[in-house]
């Protein structure tokens, strides 16, 4: 559990630096498996703390919602999330 956060949390700040990324910036320069980036990016989504800005075919481009700003910023380990009850896109 503390790893998946941590990556929640990496993945969450990167958003916050960088403004938008798509899950290959962040694979390459956090260096994480694909895999986790985009499986982390889909549940944080899904939980309200990032959003999809952009769609084309087989990639999008992911920013921080102000529910995410607010996990980072307070260095929660613990939120009330709930999932929005709508099919991952």
């Known amino acids: 559990m503390v790893a998946v956060l941590k990556v929640v949390q990496c993945i969450l700040g ?37 959003e999809a800005i952009a769609k084309r075919a087989n990639w999008k481009l992911y920013r921080i919602t102000d529910k995410g700003r607010e996990l980072l910023e307070k260095g929660k380990t613990v939120i009330e999330l709930e999932a929005t009850g709508r099919e991952p896109s």
């Open 14 to 50: 990167y958003l916050a630096e960088k403004e938008i990324a798509m899950p290959i910036q962040v694979e390459r320069d956090l260096k994480i498996s694909r895999y986790l980036v985009f499986g982390s990016l889909i549940i944080m989504e899904e939980l309200g703390l990032v």
